[in-house]
């Protein structure tokens, strides 16, 4: 996750900055006969869940801004992980 936030690539954007909060955790215990390694991990920010105009151009479509009800979907944009098990 550090090299999409040094990339500028966030899931929360503040001040024309983005940011990059997001945890994704897994526990050793997760699966105990097979290795585990990562694929990807990637925040999901299709076109659908921007911003289209204003100053918010390209920031998450969220529900609200100053009160203003924008019938969007939320704040930030959703981070996941594509994992892969050995056999």
Same mark, same amino acid.
């Given at each position: 996750? %550090?090299?999409? !936030?040094?990339? =500028?690539? =966030? /899931? &929360?954007?503040?001040?024309?900055?983005? @940011?990059? @909060?997001?945890?994704?955790?897994? /526990? &050793?215990?997760?699966?105990?006969?097979? %290795? !585990?390694?990562?694929?990807?991990?990637? +925040?999901?920010?299709?076109?659908?869940?921007?911003?289209?105009? /204003?100053?918010?151009?390209?920031?998450? @479509?969220?529900?609200?801004?100053?009160?203003?009800?924008? %019938?969007?979907?939320?704040?930030?944009?959703? +981070?996941?992980? !594509? +994992? =892969? &098990?050995? &056999?």
């Amino acid at each position: 996750m %550090e090299k999409m !936030i040094r990339k =500028g690539i =966030g /899931s &929360l954007a503040h001040n024309d900055r983005w @940011f990059l @909060f997001d945890q994704l955790l897994f /526990s &050793l215990n997760w699966n105990k006969d097979k %290795e !585990i390694f990562l694929l990807k991990t990637a +925040v999901y920010n299709p076109s659908f869940l921007r911003t289209k105009r /204003s100053n918010y151009h390209g920031y998450p @479509f969220r529900t609200k801004i100053h009160g203003t009800r924008l %019938e969007g979907f939320s704040d930030y944009f959703p +981070v996941y992980t !594509i +994992v =892969g &098990l050995s &056999l």
